[in-house]
Structures are given as C-alpha cells and as structure tokens.
C-alpha cells in the first residue's frame, strides 16, 4: 500500500491569477483573470486561430505557436485552466440504486468498463451523478483518449504553461452546481458544431456535441437548425422520465447572429411542450460568488477562469493526478531497477529526517501563534473567571418564583391548610410552617406536595395540636442551586 501524504504535504492552492484557455477547432480564446478583495479582475484577453492542430502538429511547434500569442498578448501566467473540446469526449451512462459508497464505486467501475467500446485503462474518465427516483442516481461517465490528454500536456510544456485542471467549456458557461442549472438543456455553439449539455439535480445528465450543425458557406457561418432541433429531442427522450420531467429551460451560448435565429426557431418547436428558450447574452449579478466588471461579455474562457477562482472544482475533470516528489522517488526506488537495500533504507532515513524536521516547523508555527494569541487568552480566561464567580447574581431561570409557585398548587384553595413563613436556602432547601384545620387536610397537602417535580426529601418536622394545627415542612427541590459549576 502507498503512504499517504496528503496529511504531511497540503494540496497546492488555486493561484489568485489564472489563465483560462478555451479550445474550439482551429480557434483559442484566452483570458488572464485575478481574483482580489472579493471581485473578478480581467487582465488580458485574446482570440486567435492556429495554424497547428494541438493534436496532430507537434507538441514544440503547437507549444510555440501558442507561446507567440501568449507574448504577442502580454501575458505572463503560467498557471492555466484548459477548456478541453466537447467533441474529444466519450460518454457512457448507467443507473445506480442505493449503495454504500464503497460498492457504488466497484459497481460503477464494472459499469464503466461494459459502457465504454475501448478500454477504461486507456481513458481519463470523470463522471458525474444526477439523482432520480426512489434514491437511485443516473450517472453519466465521461472519458478522453489518454493520449489526447498526454498529447495537450506536451503542447502546454512547450508553451510553458502550467495547467491545474481540464475541464468542458460548455459546463463552465452552464455549472451543473448553481441552483439555476436545475432542469436546463444547454446549447453551445462552437466554430464546428454545437455542444449540448443536459443539467438536473445538480448533476450532468447527458453531454454531446452536435457535428454537421455549423455550416460554413463562402467564410459565412449558419446553422442547421432542423438537425439541432432533432437531436436535442433525441436526447431528452433517452433520458429517464424523471431527469427528461425536469427540463423546463432551453439556454443558448454564442455569438448573437447565430443564436438569435436558433432560438426563434427553438421557441416554435419545445415551447408549445412546456420548455422555455433562453439567449444567454451576459452573465446575472449572482452567476459568480464574486463582484463581476461592469460590460463584461459572456466567454467559455471567462467561465473557466472564473469557476476555477471561485468553485472548488470543475464538475468534470480530465486532468490526471500528479504524485508528489516523494511518491515519484519511491515509485522510482522501489521497482526493482534500481533499487537496492540500502538505497530504500536511504529513502526511509531521510523521509524520517523530512518527517522529524516538518514537526519541528509545525512546532514552531504553534509556538509563534500561540505567542501572539496569549495575552488575549490571559483576558478570555479572566472574563470565564468573572462569569462563574458572578452567574448565580444573574439567573434568569427564575428558581424562587418557581418553588412559590409549586407550593401553591399544593395548598388547597380553600384555606384549609396556610402557610405563615417559607424560607429558601440555596435554591432548593425549602422550611415552611403554617397551620391546617385538621389532620386529613395536613396529609392532602402533603401528598400533593410529594407529587409535585423536583420535589423530594418531604417531612414534616413539627406538629402541635389538633384543630387547628401548626405544622413544619422541610424539602429539597431540583438537582442543587442555580447555575451551579
């Protein structure tokens, strides 16, 4: 088993600047985004068309290439967020009824493996869970050939880029998380086809991307609206009854010439079905948990960045994990290459050295915090001092006039038994003497009296003469004082 060092070594923090680069055929939009003092900061933003496919040119030329724009914008961030094309994922679906988490994982792995045509091993796959009846969720895998993904890391080392996260623009425009999302078929239009995304309950439901749908006809763009119209039916009616239920809202992304026709001819064939059609031309005040520019248009590459600085994660990631230096080392040490008993004893030592001298920092942060919180530590500690010596002055329970009030609905109403002196000590013993007509109405209020919650230890010390008679009672009520420490 691997040691786990994500306890010791802390993973690495979103950066406070990042570029966000969005991947369309030929075309790359880029934005450089800050996040500061709670509002989204746009540096730099760019377009531009390739010469070089990311996939099939090679990886220094692309790399430079894309460097060259990144100078020509000025942009100096190595940190990035890649939009990855729609058209490069593979989707798979199943249902999955209500598991513990660890057999939901083994069976969605056997899922995965029947639903994808090639193998699971070769695919970076990210999924994603939408809830349907009866506690049972669709889930929707999606995958991309790993050497796409190693194709577009060797592209970004050439360009010197960093990138955190692989993620779909088309789920940064449309966040399966907000609230909004709940129900919504979303349409995407891209330099060569349209991307479609269905979002229910927090999930994503289906994902595809409409090829054959963007013509281009002498350097002019259009759309095949009868093709979009058909598919996007099609997908609604492969999906559950309950998720296919939920979809009230149709939103549209793209430039305004293309998706203003698209959505007047939308509105004439899902309208009449109950479905709204949206234009999506600029972001609500709350799209974001953060302050927006003013005028700010609405962007794959913006949506990136600004999800990336203000979500946790993207809903789906395509980004391979990375093992931390140490991992790399022992995995090199330790598979029989080069590996030898005293090189792993080497290793133990000096991860012990490493563990030792980590403690040691964690020490004296605590120390250099705790200095600096002392005195105000010493202040809290007097004020709890005060509060205990002082809170019985302050009890808001109100103990005495709820001992009053018991006794009285002990004593009868006519005045048979009276009482001349009650006396309180402490908040639960309670002396009382008074006088009764007789013996029988002596004993009625006193078996009301022991009935009574929180009264208990009743007797009557003192009896003196028949009718009338004067009498002493002494008892204990509740559990001690008030506000007792």
Known sequence: MKPDFKSIFPKRKTPATLLALAF?????????????????QPL?????????????GAPELVGREIRNQLDAANVRVRDCIVGVPLKWVLTAHTELPPLPEADAASLLQMEAERGFSSDVATLQISSSRTPIAADKKYVLFTGIPNTQIVALEAVLAAAKLKPISFALGISALQSPGDEKSNGVLALAIGENNVGLQVTAGGGIAALRALDGTVENENGRRSLNTDVISREARVTLGQLPAEIREAVKRIRIFGPRELAQPLADELELRFEPLGLKVELVSAYAPNEFPATLPLGISVSVAFSLAARALTEPKPPLEFLPPKP?????AIAKYSSGRLGTTGLVAAGIAALVVLLFLFQEFQLWRLRSQWSQMQAHVGQLQGVEANIRQFRPWYDTSFRTLTILRQMTLAFPEDGEVTAKTIEIHNGST???SGTARDNLALLGMETKLRALPGVSDLHLSQVRGK?????????????GGANEN
Request: charged share 20%; proline share 4%.
């Open 324 to 328: 931390s230096v140490i991992e790399q």
């Open 44 to 56: 730099q933003n760019f377009s531009v068309a390739l010469t070089l496919d990311p996939l099939t």
């Open 24 to 40: 369309d055929g030929s075309k790359l939009d880029g934005v450089v985004l800050r996040r500061a003092n709670g509002a989204l």
């Open 430 to 432: 309670v002396d009382c």
């Open 467 to 479: 009718a009338p008679m004067q009498f002493s009672v002494e008892f204990q009520y509740g559990n």
